[in-house]
């Protein structure tokens, strides 16, 4: 149970406390009642960092698929269904890493410092917990892919790619604890320099182990996805390193007792975190179905869909980061118990949402075929095929945001 504010502190906790409260009130000082502009700035401070720190995120993703568009329709085919097998799997553990969050960003609103190194001490155990049950889908991926009726070689090559992604589930698990309990304490932007280092990590990597240069081998798409992994570990050993030495991160101590389980706050992670990773896993298995379908119509339509849901989901993270945002500023509210504060933060991130939602998808359709072009160079003769398949079909960002 969390230690009601007007409780004496602990010494060794009354710096810590002392601390907090003045971060609070820089935060939420001079926010008046009704004040939506101001709301708004704080929106914006905080989504920011974090909307960019998954466009990072998705850009090496998208880099990934420009180098394996190189190798052909057929491999594009292979990653679009190695990304269904894999994220159906992977949004459970998202979701309940997202929970880290709104858990800290509570504590932090009503300053307490212990409940903050809990959450994420909570966070960091049930990564590997439910690290081992996710893996056990892409390594099984072909076998999933032949069963849902995918033809062989997509699926033959998409089992590679898992091969390569399957173990950089747990340390992507962790850096997503990390990075909740960061935003939820008002500081995400170590993250995001975190990720924005990574993207030219992983394109020489990815480049380096797909098409085997500088003397190593040409794994192809099991490259890219062993690519993938090496950066996940090295993103997870970066944010935490932030999180044990640097300010104000260390001064929570997070690795504090970190062998003991705490089930208490695990029952509310789970609470918090299981109707989260359903809403992921349906709003992810919608797209994920429709790649299904894609496959049976042919690999260039499987392509093709891929191109044009990894534009979707480039231009989803702006209106995510705002959500993300919104969760740690009803958080800090909530931690106040200031209601008004809850309605200001929910009605200022929607409206900012819609607006944004609505431009980008208004960019989008306008340079749709440009954006197809980017990812086929004219490796096969059906190229051209994919590109007008990609540009067609590109899904709506405000579908996909509704969803």
């Known amino acids: 149970m969390a230690v009601p504010v007007h409780l004496p502190v602990p010494p060794h906790c009354q710096c810590l406390s002392m601390t907090s409260r003045i971060e609070e009130a820089s935060i939420t000082a001079n926010v008046p009642g009704n004040h939506l502009t101001l709301e708004l700035t704080e929106t914006l401070k905080l989504a920011a960092p974090i909307a960019l720190t998954q466009l990072g995120q998705i850009a090496m993703m998208s880099t990934d698929l420009a180098f394996i568009g190189r190798l052909g329709d057929d491999a594009v085919a292979a990653a679009a269904l190695a990304g269904t097998v894999y994220f159906v799997s992977f949004t459970f553990g998202m979701g309940l890493m997202s929970a880290v969050a709104p858990l800290a960003a509570q504590a932090f609103g009503r300053r307490d410092p212990h409940l903050i190194r809990r959450a994420l001490r909570t966070g960091l155990w049930a990564a590997p917990l439910i690290a081992l049950p996710i893996m056990a889908f892409p390594l099984r991926g072909e076998q999933i892919l032949h069963a849902l009726g995918q033809a062989s070689v997509p699926a033959r090559l998409a089992q590679q790619y898992l091969f390569g992604l399957a173990w950089g589930v747990m340390p992507a698990l962790w850096f997503l604890a990390i990075r909740s309990f960061m935003s939820a304490i008002h500081r995400p932007q170590p993250v995001l320099w975190i990720t924005l280092a990574a993207i030219p990590a992983n394109a020489l990597l990815a480049y380096l182990l797909i098409y085997g240069e500088w003397g190593l081998p040409r794994l192809e798409l099991f490259g890219a996805g062993l690519a993938t992994t090496i950066v996940n570990f090295g993103t997870f050993v970066a944010s935490l390193w932030f999180a044990t030495r640097r300010r104000p991160f260390r001064k929570y101590h997070v690795l504090g007792h970190v062998w003991r389980i705490d089930w208490a706050l695990m029952r ?9 990773s359903l809403a992921f896993l349906l709003e992810y298995g ?3 179905a429709a790649a299904l379908l894609m496959g049976l119509i042919s690999t260039a339509a499987l392509a093709a869909h891929q191109v044009a849901l990894q534009v979707t989901a480039i231009l989803f993270m702006v209106p995510f980061g705002i959500s ?5 500023r009803v958080g800090h509210a909530v931690g106040r118990n200031d209601a008004k504060a809850v309605k200001r933060a929910g009605l200022v991130a929607t409206l900012l949402g819609i607006v944004l939602a609505s431009v980008l998808t208004l960019a989008v359709v306008v340079a749709r075929f440009a954006i197809a ?3 086929f160079g004219e490796t096969s003769g059906s190229a051209g095929a994919a590109v007008e398949l990609a540009a067609t079909c590109k899904p709506s960002l405000s579908d996909r945001f509704v969803a």
């Open 324 to 328: 993300q945002a919104a969760t740690v």
């Open 268 to 276: 509310q992670l789970l609470i918090i975190g299981a109707p989260i």
């Open 286 to 288: 919608l797209f994920s």
């Open 373 to 375: 072009r980017a990812f």
